[in-house]
């Protein structure tokens, strides 16, 4: 290869990991109830905003994965199209208003280039822990982990080994949460759940895989209730584990359900389950197809939920931001 050659592939590879800023408009949600606009406390949870995010960038939407940084205020997401979303949350007082600083790029595998449009490139699940991420891909059912200390624009992703029986979920019904336990003898162990069961009447298959230890993958599973597909899951800071659920039925029945599972029942072939702690309605609240859930701790030592909406880059659905104070 020439030396001109060498420079504009060089050139090339360094603007491909640029960063594209990118412009987020945000609507105000100011109540969550439909039917009760001046309620705000819902089981244990009181509502603190939401926003709904358009963007002219056609990349934008379809986010499913989202970890809050420490600040409260920084984020990162992963989208069905295989893009990262970073950016900060704007408040006044303690109510989201709006997105700043807001950046859209390619997640990358292990060559370096871009995994959207490969069999892999439906990114689904994020993790975030330190410098390290882990994300998980539909269709090729896996576990990749980046090391974000240059950036996640310029992360590669490698493959977590995993168990086989990941192979067999169903293509649109693959690895959908992901989240590292914080406490505990299965510390730095990821759990993994699928969004499905393979069949009627079955729980969600689910599993223990090495993370950021050296641990073997091992097998466990998620209750299934009432026909809910689970779509995100985030530790407490006080070590229980939160998970999503949406169930749709045709046309207009959208629900989403927030379990909250005891720590001390993760553990090898353990079925996991746990209390409700909010379940909604499209009908009753303002909500959409509910997909990332992130916890974070606030300044003021307040528990924060956030939750965003995979919008299937579809113009009758809405990306959706909210945010809840966990009341204990």
Not at 72 to 87: E, I, M, P, Q, Y
Request: aromatic share 6%; charged share 20%; glycine share 10%.
């Amino acid at each position: 290869m020439s030396r001109l050659a060498v420079l504009l592939a060089a050139l090339v590879s360094t603007s491909a990991a640029c960063a594209e800023p990118i412009g987020v408009n945000a609507q105000r949600i100011l109540s969550f109830s439909r039917t009760s606009p001046a309620e705000t406390h819902f089981g244990p949870l009181r509502f603190l905003g939401g926003l709904v995010l358009t963007s002219d960038n056609a990349q934008f939407g379809g986010f499913s994965g989202l970890r809050m940084g420490a600040d409260g205020a920084s984020f990162h997401a992963v989208s069905d199209r295989a893009h990262w979303l970073t950016g900060r949350i704007a408040y006044e007082g303690d109510r989201p208003s709006g997105i700043e600083a807001a950046e859209l790029f390619p997640i990358r595998g292990p060559d370096g280039q871009p995994i959207a449009g490969t069999r892999g490139g439906d990114t689904e699940a994020l993790e975030i822990s330190d410098s390290i991420a882990f994300i998980s891909t539909e269709g090729r059912h896996q576990v990749l982990r980046f090391a974000l200390g240059r950036g996640a624009a310029k992360a590669r992703g490698a493959k977590l080994p995993g168990a086989q029986a990941m192979a067999d979920l169903r293509r649109n019904a693959g690895i959908e949460a992901i989240a590292l336990v914080p406490d505990g003898p299965e510390k730095g162990t990821l759990v993994v759940i699928a969004e499905e069961p393979p069949e009627a009447g079955a729980d969600h298959p689910a599993w223990l895989v090495s993370g950021l230890t050296t641990k073997p993958v091992r097998a466990l599973g998620f209750k299934n209730r009432d026909g809910y597909a689970v779509t995100d899951m985030a530790f407490l800071p006080g070590g229980d584990l939160l998970v999503l659920e949406r169930r749709y039925r045709p046309l207009f029945s959208l629900n989403m359900r927030l379990r909250r599972v005891p720590l001390a029942s993760i553990a090898e072939g353990a079925v996991l389950d746990g209390e409700v702690l909010l379940e909604a309605s499209l009908g009753g609240h303002d909500i959409d197809n509910m997909e990332a859930l992130s916890v974070h701790r606030a300044a003021d030592g307040r528990t924060v939920l956030t939750l965003m909406s995979d919008d299937n880059f579809n113009r009758a659905q809405k990306t959706i931001l909210l945010q809840f104070a966990l009341v204990e």
